[in-house]
């Protein structure tokens, strides 16, 4: 793989890709790679891999346009990432008491689409994003900081904590030695 763009597919790739974009709704790509052989689905934030796996293993034969194996590569975004893990809580509270590198991981894994998620949710995803250095990239320890507040203070705190960062005016903090 390249450097932060994905290659131009060609041929029966760009037509599995273009169908894969339609039923998912977010830009798919499939790599050329050499007949025969493996060939990549790359995307970003949509369907989970297990989602585009399902998805791809409904196609008919003629859709799916050449034999082979395919490999996934779901690339999610900083705010798609920070969508999935909020909802991933949210789904089961009790989850604030897991590191927050599992928490990331598994609501990856599990939480798919996040673009499609409620406004009050992408809200508070820019509000996750906000804490980490550097704003707007995901960062397990602005991760942290949400479950920390969750562990002491209960689920609908931490949320009701990130509600209020989202709507307060952006501040940097310093430390100061």
């Given at each position: 793989m390249n450097s932060g763009h994905f290659d131009r597919p060609a041929g029966a790739n760009a037509r599995l890709a273009a169908l894969l974009t339609r039923r998912t709704g977010v830009p798919v790509e499939v790599d050329a790679g050499e007949p025969d052989?493996?060939?990549?689905?790359?995307?970003?934030?949509?369907?989970t891999v297990g989602q585009m796996a399902e998805l791809v293993a409904e196609l008919r034969e003629d859709e799916l346009l050449r034999p082979g194996t395919l490999s996934y590569e779901h690339r999610p975004s900083s705010h798609g990432r920070a969508v999935t893990a909020l909802l991933w809580l949210d789904e089961a509270?009790?989850?604030?008491?897991?590191?927050?590198?599992?928490?990331?991981?598994?609501?990856?894994?599990?939480?798919?689409?996040?673009?499609?998620?409620?406004?009050?949710w992408q809200r508070r995803a820019c509000a996750l994003l906000s804490?980490?250095?550097?704003?707007?990239?995901?960062?397990?320890?602005?991760?942290?900081?949400?479950?920390?507040?969750?562990r002491t203070h209960g689920w609908d705190a931490g949320l009701t904590w990130l509600d209020t960062h989202a709507s307060a005016p952006r501040t940097r903090l310093r430390v100061v030695r």
């Open positions: 052989a493996e060939r990549r689905v790359r995307w970003v934030d949509g369907p509270p009790e989850r604030c008491g897991l590191h927050e590198a599992v928490v990331a991981d598994r609501a990856e894994r599990d939480i798919g689409c996040p673009e499609l998620a409620e406004h009050p804490l980490g250095p550097g704003g707007q990239r995901f960062t397990l320890t602005a991760l942290r900081l949400v479950l920390e507040v969750s």
